[in-house]
């Protein structure tokens, strides 16, 4: 490193800060010591760093599919907000199994990784502990065992119950709920791979026995976007037709539009759509999504506070935050003659 602070003509703590990106500097600065590496062909010492610091600066982020957009975007937030902490991210696929949760949890304390952030669907509390011994682990997801760890969830029943309300609120008494389990078996949280669907459910099914006149049926496709085009072209075919359609994932009610639209019917004219997860391609489908936003940047700030926490104090007592959500009315639960305002 002095090599390459002589050679660019900077300080080692400048070149420090560069390789590191801990602080910011000139783009000519920067410039000038890339280039006194690339001539010098300086590579990082890892080993010997990580013995100094007692860290290897790496954390694992293990969530169940990287092909879905709710998760490969929660990966980009945190990867980016991990590096303003000098963190860098690994991230594993675990397919939703208990075998690929524990085989991410063994993995980061084989590789010494400072810490783990987990999207728990297979794994408990309590196996998540015996698995991690002193690694630091923050918890994901909407298994209601969880709270032994730190965990991130989500405001599941609160939004799902005020995507529903929406739909009822303009009008719809007709609902389908895509994605939920069978309403009977709600209040049985058992299946915990399914939590969060039985959650967002309980959410929908609250609002619909609020309003006397109002009905709703429970379709289970799958998680897919395919899933959500089949069971919207169902639903269109159908021949006691629905009004309103909560789906629970935003990739679901993405492939509803899909599936009405094919089978001839619009979207909001004939069927109101909402969904839940705020997707980016949510804001740019046609018509734009309605979605219950869960406080992404807020969940993310919570996953960084209780790591970095949890790094600096193994002790620390467990603790559990739920991001705040936000409904977002767009052009798929717009009234008839009622333009929605830019951005919304």
């Not at 987990?118 to 923050?138: I, K």
């Not at 609120?169 to 915990?192: F, K, N, Q, T």
């Not at 039985?198 to 959410?203: F, I």
């Not at 007592?317 to 951005?343: C, D, H, K, Q």
């Amino acid at each position: 490193m002095r090599d390459v602070a002589a050679a660019a003509g900077v300080s080692t703590m400048t070149v420090s800060n560069v390789l590191s990106g801990r602080r910011p500097v000139s783009e000519e600065t920067r410039a000038a010591v890339l280039g006194a590496v690339e001539r010098l062909g300086y590579q990082v010492n890892v080993a010997a760093r990580s013995l100094r610091r007692g860290r290897t600066g790496v954390v694992g982020l293990a969530v169940p599919a990287l092909d879905s957009p709710y998760f490969s975007q929660l990966a980009g937030r945190l990867v980016e907000r991990l590096a303003r902490e000098g963190l860098r991210v690994v991230v594993e696929q675990t397919g939703a199994s208990r075998e690929g949760e524990a085989a991410a949890v063994r993995d980061s304390r084989v590789n010494a990784y400072d810490g783990l952030v987990l999207s728990a669907v297979g794994l408990g509390a309590g196996d998540v502990r015996a698995l991690a011994g002193d690694l630091p682990v923050v918890a994901l997801g909407e298994r209601q065992d969880l709270r032994r760890v730190d965990h991130v969830g989500m405001a599941n029943v609160e939004g799902a119950r005020a995507a529903a309300g929406l739909l009822l609120e303009r009008g719809c008494r007709r609902l389908a709920v895509v994605g939920s389990p069978p309403w009977d078996r709600l209040d049985e949280p058992g299946d915990h791979g399914g939590d969060a669907f039985r959650l967002r459910a309980l959410g929908a099914r609250e609002a619909v026995r609020a309003v006397p006149a109002a009905s709703a049926r429970a379709l289970a496709p799958g998680t897919l976007l395919e899933d959500g085009v089949r069971c919207g072209r169902e639903l269109a075919l159908a021949a006691d037709p629905v009004d309103g359609v909560v789906a629970l994932t935003d990739t679901l009610a993405l492939g509803v539009l899909r599936g009405l639209a094919d089978a001839g019917l619009r979207v909001p004219d004939d069927v109101l759509v909402v969904g839940f997860d705020d997707v980016r391609e949510a804001s740019a489908s046609v018509p734009s999504l309605s979605t219950v936003s869960p406080g992404h940047d807020e969940m993310v700030e919570a996953v960084v506070r209780l790591l970095l926490r949890r790094m600096a104090d193994p002790a620390a007592e467990p603790e559990e935050v739920f991001g705040p959500f936000v409904l977002l009315e767009r052009e798929s639960t717009r009234p008839a003659g009622r333009s929605l305002a830019p951005g919304r």
